[in-house]
């Protein structure tokens, strides 16, 4: 059965880490990038990060460059988001994505975002608060 789960979320204070975990079954992970997605209530998605095929490449969305570092371990078919330095304004339902197309796309050019996503998970919340 193809799935994509996240894990890690939680409560966490201003200031704390976490790290998050994308673990695929069903589908072969290492000829799909990865993106990491977050949706805060009343909020439209946002494309937080990305990672190609191989890991050679990320992209990150402005607001959490510096604080998130994404990663990848194709053998454990598994992609890492962690994130440091959180602040309340990083409380969302982040999500998971898996997408594979063009050799150039999978690099995590500027607007991968907008790229049809082949596969979700279902999310895992993060809470940033005191």
């Known amino acids: 059965q193809l799935q994509l789960v996240e894990s890690g979320g939680g409560l966490v204070q201003p200031g704390g880490s976490l790290s998050l975990s994308c673990t695929v079954s069903?589908?072969?992970?290492?000829?799909?990038?990865i993106g990491w997605f977050r949706q805060a209530p009343g909020k439209e998605r946002e494309g937080v990060s990305c990672?190609?095929?191989?890991?050679?490449?990320?992209n990150y969305a402005d607001s959490v460059k510096g604080r998130f570092t994404i990663s990848r371990d194709n053998a454990k078919k598994t992609v890492y988001l962690q994130m440091n330095s959180l602040k309340p304004e990083d409380t969302a339902v982040y999500y998971c994505?898996?997408?594979?197309?063009?050799?150039?796309?999978?690099?995590?050019?500027?607007?991968?975002?907008?790229?049809?996503?082949?596969?979700w998970g279902k999310g895992t919340l993060v809470t940033v608060s005191s």
């Open positions: 990672i190609s095929p191989t890991g050679s490449s990320t």
């Open positions: 069903g589908f072969t992970l290492d000829l799909y990038a």
């Open positions: 994505a898996a997408y594979s197309k063009t050799t150039v796309q999978t690099q995590c050019i500027a607007g991968w975002y907008f790229y049809d996503m082949d596969y």
